[in-house]
Nanobody, 123 residues
Framework: QVQLVESGGGLVQAGGSLRLSCAASGRTFSSYCMGWFRQAPGKEREFVASISWSGGSTYYADSLKGRFTISRDNAKNTVYLQMNSLKPEDTAVYYC????????????????WGQGTQVTVSS
């Protein structure tokens, strides 16, 4: 089992950047694939990015490629999401998720979730 705590959200102007962090508890962090999802008001939770246990493979939502970068540091039990060129439509609660072997990129493919961190992008 793993517990996840996100941080780094906040208010930023359009065009700005933020880096989100997700700290995981437990000794088996390196055995988990990690993902970032987001949920805007009135919308379903959607996939943002994921990274394999080793960090060797990364996947992104097509609409976010080139602006967002996922990375992890297994020595620090932490996964990151660097977000650049932010837009007002990026405003959402961002969630970190973990699973040993997710079959896809849907929220139901991940077993463990953090509480989320709010990102607000002003125009």
């Amino acid at each position: 089992q793993v517990q996840l705590v996100e941080s780094g959200g906040g208010l930023v102007q359009a065009g700005g950047s933020l880096r989100l962090s997700c700290a995981a508890s437990g000794r088996t962090f390196s055995s988990y694939c990690m993902g970032w999802f987001r949920q805007a008001p009135g919308k379903e939770r959607e996939f943002v990015a994921s990274i394999s246990w080793s960090g060797g493979s990364t996947y992104y939502a097509d609409s976010l490629k080139g602006r967002f970068t996922i990375s992890r540091d297994n020595a620090k039990n932490t996964v990151y999401l660097q977000m650049n060129s932010l837009k007002p439509e990026d405003t959402a609660v961002y969630y970190c998720a973990a699973d040993h072997d997710p079959e896809g990129w849907a929220p139901y493919d991940y077993d463990y979730w953090g509480q989320g961190t709010q990102v607000t992008v002003s125009s």
